[in-house]
């Protein structure tokens, strides 16, 4: 099955800086890959995602970059705030049977 | 703006019970998921349900589980004799095509 392996684990920046996240997947099937953000003790929440047929997308701050020949994929968040504080999970799915990375924790200093 | 929703929000039980955890997906939304979360860990998926049947499972999600669209709105999962480590955050998603989306989650507390 997929196996998605996300980094670092934690991260911490200064507002005002970009921050970036890793992950990489196994099966070369997967064809979505989404990202999620989770506040303390709330439902993750989906921020940006990128289908296998791009490259990349962005969003304001937010960009998500995909490289299928690698395998990699990852999350690039600039002019950091202290609100993007969260925990950041990146997932990979070919069909219905999403699976997650363990999680980064971004903690943004003002 | 539609959102999934789920219920209880906390459930207590005595290890060896029976639970059943609701979900309502967001209307027009074909698919429907239940993921779980150990406190402090990854999500991790448990299975996929889309026109009255299971489409996706893990290998987390044994004969110790269930899943039912009972009626129109509902989804449901069934945990079957609970253990400790059965402990965990429990979210639905729902989905018209690839985009999922969370409820609030069950926290399930086996004791």
């Known amino acids: 099955g997929e196996n998605v392996e996300q980094h670092p684990s934690t991260l911490s920046v200064q507002e005002g800086d970009s921050a970036v996240i890793k992950c990489t997947y196994s099966?070369?099937?997967?064809?979505?890959f989404p990202w999620y953000k989770q506040e303390l003790g709330k439902r993750p929440q989906l921020i940006i995602d990128?289908?296998?047929?791009?490259g990349e997308k962005k969003d304001q701050r937010i960009a998500v970059t995909l490289n299928k020949t690698a395998k990699h994929f990852s999350l690039h968040i600039t002019e950091t705030q202290p609100e993007d504080s969260a925990v950041y999970f990146c997932?990979?799915?070919?069909?219905?049977?999403?699976?997650f990375g363990a999680g980064t924790r971004l903690t943004v200093k003002p | 703006e539609p959102e999934v929703t789920q219920t209880p929000s906390h459930q207590v039980t005595q290890m060896g019970q029976e639970v059943i955890l609701r979900c309502v997906p967001i209307?027009?939304?074909?698919?429907f998921y239940w993921y779980r979360q150990i406190l402090g860990q990854k999500v991790e998926f448990l299975v996929s349900?889309?026109?009255?049947?299971?489409?996706?499972k893990s290998e987390i999600f044994d004969d110790q589980f269930s899943v039912e669209r009972p009626d129109g709105s509902n989804f449901t999962l069934k945990i079957r004799s609970t253990k400790l480590e059965d402990s965990a955050m429990y979210f639905c998603?729902?989905?018209?095509?690839?985009?999922?989306?969370f409820g609030p989650g069950t926290r399930l507390t086996v004791t």
């Open positions: 990128i289908r296998s047929n791009v």
């Open positions: 349900f889309y026109n009255n049947e299971i489409s996706e």
């Open positions: 998603a729902s989905s018209e095509d690839a985009e999922q989306y």
């Open positions: 209307s027009n939304h074909l698919y």
């Open positions: 997932a990979a799915s070919r069909a219905h049977d999403m699976r």
């Open positions: 099966d070369s099937a997967s064809n979505y």
